[in-house]
């Protein structure tokens, strides 16, 4: 039968605190090994009853010995649902393809950064479904089918008032704004 537990870390100061086992504040014995160490972990059903274990010498790990115990023992790990990452947003992964092409631009414009440009237009073509790329010196716009962008150069400048359009990132290395526009 399966049994759940969890995995229990007490800093050595936690334990001293408390007058628990030989803690001081430089550290205290794992069980395992004898080292004296920053914190001691144990697999149990409740912190309380980690704490006890420990108090009574029957529990008390550093970190490379419950490792071990962990792997020898058969552990399976089972991740809680809510601390499960969430699945990104259209805007978060838009997001960290407009920041990894800027610093593509940034470090390769010099060369022309053509292979920034091609990877960026394809990418977000998927992502906003674009039906149209407008190139301009100074600004760049795809009309997508939920959302349109604009990346306008740091040399340019864009009113956005009355547009629609608003600013969502600015990068550091190039200065390039981008501004979205989400249909309803
Ligand atoms: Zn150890």
């Given at each position: 039968?399966?049994?759940?537990?969890?995995?229990?870390?007490?800093?050595?100061?936690?334990?001293?605190?408390?007058?628990?086992?030989?803690?001081?504040?430089?550290?205290?014995?794992?069980?395992?090994?004898?080292?004296?160490?920053?914190?001691?972990?144990?697999?149990?059903?409740?912190?309380?009853e980690a704490l006890k274990m420990i108090e009574h010498g029957e529990a008390g790990l550093c970190g490379n010995?419950?490792?071990?115990?962990?792997?020898?023992?058969?552990?399976?790990?089972?991740?809680?649902?809510?601390?499960?990452?969430?699945?990104?947003?259209?805007?978060?992964?838009?997001?960290?393809?407009?920041?990894?092409?800027?610093?593509?631009?940034?470090?390769?414009?010099?060369?022309?950064?053509?292979?920034?440009?091609?990877?960026?237009?394809?990418?977000?073509s998927k992502r906003v479904k674009t039906k149209k790329i407008i190139e301009r010196i100074g600004y760049t716009?795809?009309?997508?089918?939920?959302?349109?962008?604009?990346?306008?150069?740091?040399?340019?400048?864009?009113?956005?008032?009355?547009?629609?359009?608003?600013?969502?990132?600015?990068?550091?290395?190039?200065?390039?704004?981008?501004?979205?526009?989400?249909?309803?």
């Amino acid at each position: 039968m399966a049994n759940t537990m969890k995995l229990y870390r007490f800093s050595a100061e936690e334990l001293t605190e408390k007058e628990i086992a030989d803690a001081t504040d430089d550290g205290v014995k794992c069980d395992g090994c004898n080292w004296r160490v920053s914190y001691l972990y144990v697999l149990a059903g409740s912190r309380e009853e980690a704490l006890k274990m420990i108090e009574h010498g029957e529990a008390g790990l550093c970190g490379n010995c419950i490792s071990d115990l962990i792997v020898e023992g058969g552990y399976q790990i089972l991740i809680q649902e809510h601390n499960k990452t969430k699945p990104k947003t259209t805007t978060e992964i838009l997001l960290d393809t407009i920041k990894s092409f800027e610093w593509c631009w940034h470090i390769n414009q010099s060369i022309g950064g053509h292979d920034c440009w091609s990877k960026l237009f394809e990418e977000i073509s998927k992502r906003v479904k674009t039906k149209k790329i407008i190139e301009r010196i100074g600004y760049t716009i795809f009309l997508g089918e939920d959302v349109d962008l604009i990346r306008i150069a740091s040399f340019s400048e864009f009113d956005n008032e009355g547009t629609g359009f608003e600013l969502f990132y600015k990068d550091s290395h190039t200065d390039a704004k981008w501004y979205m526009k989400k249909k309803s």
